[in-house]
C-alpha cells in the first residue's frame, strides 16, 4: 500500500494560464475525492468519483474547474483561466466502497498552487 | 447546511500537559465523526473516528467520544509530547447516497513545548 500520491507538489502559474493537478489513489479504492483547503481554513469538498463516474460536485467547483477519471483508476484536476483566488492546496482523498471503512478517506500530501 | 466548529487556536501547552479540544457540529441525521491531524510539510492523516452515538474512538493516546445529546466530538490527550504538535481538524461525514463527502472545521494548531 503506497498511499495517495498528488503531483506536482507545488505549481507557480501566471493569472490566466491552465494548470492541471494528477491524483493515483490507493489501488483497491473506488471512491475519489478531491478538496481545496485555504490558508487558515479546512478543507473544503469539490467533487467525489465513483470508479471513472464523477457523482457529485461542489458549486465551488466553477466552469473553469473540470475533473476527471477516464479508467476508474488516476483523476486529474484542471484549472482553465487561473485566478489569484485560486491559489490554495488541493487535496485529493480516496477511500473503499464498501465495508465499515467506506466512511474513512486518506488523503494525499496535496498540491499547492500559487497564482501570481 | 452540515457545519463544524472547533476550538480556536493556537493552543500552546507544555509537554506532559492535558489537552482538549473542543468540536461540536450541526448535522442530520446520524453523521460520522473523524479527527484528522496534519503535521507540517504532510497531508492529512486520519487520527480516530466514531460512527454512532456514545462511540468512543482512540489512538496514541488520543481519546473523543461521540456525544449526540450535546452534539459533540472533543479531542483529548492525557500528556502531550513535542511530537504532537500538529494541526488537528474535526471533521463530519454523511452518506448521500454513495458520497461519504467530509465537512470539515478550520482546523485548530498545537504547539507542544519541551
Known amino acids: 500500500d503506497t498511499g495517495v500520491s498528488q503531483n506536482p507538489r507545488h505549481k507557480i502559474t501566471k493569472r490566466g494560464q491552465n494548470v492541471t493537478f494528477r491524483c493515483d489513489p490507493i489501488s483497491e479504492h473506488n471512491r475519489l475525492y478531491w478538496y481545496r483547503q485555504t490558508l487558515g481554513q479546512g478543507p473544503e469538498f469539490l467533487t467525489y468519483f465513483q470508479n471513472e463516474a464523477q457523482l457529485e460536485k461542489s458549486r465551488l467547483l466553477s466552469d473553469r474547474f473540470s475533473a476527471e477519471r477516464p479508467k476508474g483508476s488516476f483523476s486529474t484536476l484542471e484549472i482553465q483561466r487561473t485566478e489569484q483566488g485560486d491559489s490554495a492546496m488541493y487535496l485529493c482523498?480516496?477511500?473503499?466502497?464498501?465495508?465499515?471503512?467506506?466512511?474513512?478517506?486518506?488523503f494525499g500530501p496535496g498540491t499547492r498552487l500559487t497564482v501570481l | 447546511g452540515d457545519s463544524v466548529t472547533q476550538m480556536e487556536g493556537p493552543v500552546t501547552l507544555s509537554e506532559e500537559a492535558f489537552l482538549t479540544i473542543n468540536c461540536t457540529y450541526t448535522a442530520t441525521g446520524y453523521p460520522s465523526l473523524f479527527w484528522y491531524v496534519q503535521y507540517p510539510g504532510e497531508g492529512l492523516q486520519l487520527l480516530l473516528k466514531a460512527t454512532k452515538a456514545d462511540d468512543k474512538g482512540s489512538n496514541k493516546g488520543f481519546e473523543a467520544t461521540y456525544r449526540k445529546e450535546t452534539t459533540s466530538f472533543h479531542l483529548e490527550k492525557g500528556s502531550v509530547q513535542v511530537s504532537d504538535s500538529a494541526v488537528y481538524f474535526c471533521a463530519l461525514s454523511k452518506s448521500g447516497g454513495s458520497n461519504y463527502k467530509l465537512t470539515f472545521g478550520k482546523g485548530t494548531l498545537l504547539t507542544v513545548n519541551p
Open positions: 482523498a480516496s477511500s473503499l466502497t464498501s465495508g465499515s471503512r467506506a466512511d474513512t478517506q486518506y
